[in-house]
């Protein structure tokens, strides 16, 4: 019902600078919430930004002032511009679309995930 398609990453110097992006298809699904998370080997994946149907945005503290989330309106890509990159910002980057199909008063919710795009900040 849903194919999430990240792209973007790469290697950039401290203090640089990249932008992700999510190109999303959907079928017979309705996305309320899409944003991104990140993972680093071994660790759990975090949560990092979201933007909902409303245009609402919410970012993990980590990276408040420095990441900006937004999406195409109307469109099918939502993107994560990231400045002042810091080392600690490596990891992959998972873009996830929360949402649902109905029939009447059934609902069927789900959470999709793309599959991660490297970011990688070293010098």
């Known amino acids: 019902q849903v194919q999430l398609v990240e792209s973007g990453g790469g290697l950039v110097q401290p203090g640089g600078s990249l932008r992700l992006s999510c190109a999303a298809t959907v079928n017979i699904f309705t996305i309320t919430t899409i944003g991104w998370y990140r993972q680093v080997p071994e660790n759990e994946r975090d949560y990092v930004a979201t933007?909902?149907?409303?245009?609402?945005?919410a970012y993990a503290d980590s990276v408040k002032g420095r990441f900006t989330i937004s999406r195409d309106n109307p469109g099918n890509t939502v993107y994560l511009q990231m400045n002042s990159l810091k080392p600690e910002d490596t990891a992959v980057y998972y873009c996830?679309?929360?949402?649902?199909?109905?029939?009447?008063?059934?609902?069927?919710?789900?959470?999709?995930w793309g599959q991660g795009t490297q970011v990688t900040v070293s010098s």
């Open positions: 996830t679309a929360y949402g649902y199909t109905h029939s009447g008063l059934n609902y069927e919710w789900k959470q999709y």
């Open positions: 933007i909902n149907d409303d245009g609402n945005t």
